[in-house]
């Protein structure tokens, strides 16, 4: 049993709460144990003059963290540290391999990722509940005429996993993130394809054994999070 009383295999529970904020598109809390985060998609009309040519839309990401996200405050800066851009750049590209760009029109759509409080798993969290915001920003597009169809390819999840201690665990709180000797950040569609893997060995080096039953955890952990997030999009979407 870890500290929080899960097995090794046990996710923490995930709540989703829509339309939690007024002026977007989309707007979704998702909470995964103590961690939470509001993800809110809202529609530009322009692309960035990369997609001009192209003919296609674009979907783009920011994130940020309150100072009050964490048991020590930190201050929030203009501008985006490394970890801060590295953040958002994969929010970005994950959530890019979900929507077929060339259907979208010429209008971005941006996912505002905003963590009120920290538990482990913030940008996993990002991306999962940015999912459902998208959905329902593409939804509402549909629904005024400005796309002819729901343009999604892929649903997107993604979890955490780890080695802490000799034993893989799936989805890291705080502490054991922090004392983990292996952390992985595995995002995939639903149809269980990688689209990313970011994996560090923080202390020392792991074999393919353990590779393999990290992905494994993160395969069980995101078909957990599929169910959830299906729950919500089903009717807008046929994947």
Not at 214 to 236: C, D, I, S, Y
Request: charged residues 25%; neutral net charge; contains cysteine.
């Amino acid at each position: 049993m870890r500290s929080d009383g899960r097995l090794e295999d046990e996710m923490r529970p995930v709540k989703f709460t829509r339309d939690f904020t007024k002026y977007a598109a989309g707007s979704v809390l998702v909470e995964s144990g103590d961690t939470r985060v509001i993800c809110s998609a809202m529609v530009e009309e322009r692309v960035p003059h990369h997609c001009l040519q192209k003919k296609t839309g674009w979907i783009t990401a920011e994130y940020s963290m309150l100072p009050s996200a964490n048991p020590d405050r930190k201050t929030m800066h203009a501008r985006a540290s490394g970890r801060t851009s590295e953040i958002q750049r994969l929010i970005g590209r994950s959530l890019r391999q979900a929507v077929d760009l060339t259907q979208l029109g010429q209008r971005t759509i941006w996912l505002d990722c905003n963590v009120i409080q920290a538990d482990g798993g913030t940008r996993t969290a990002s991306i999962t509940g940015a999912f459902v915001a998208l959905t329902d920003a593409l939804s509402e597009l549909k629904n005024s005429g400005k796309i002819d169809v729901m343009p999604i390819l892929n649903g997107i999840s993604a979890v955490s996993v780890g080695i802490v201690e000799n034993r893989c665990l799936l989805d890291l709180s705080a502490p054991e993130d922090r004392s983990a000797s292996v952390d992985m950040n595995v995002v995939m569609t639903h149809g269980g394809e990688f689209v990313e893997l970011q994996g560090t060995a923080e202390s020392s080096p792991f074999g393919r054994e353990s590779l393999d039953k990290l992905l494994e955890l993160a395969r069980k952990g995101t078909e957990e999070l599929k169910t959830e997030q299906m729950k919500l999009v089903k009717n807008m979407l046929v994947l």
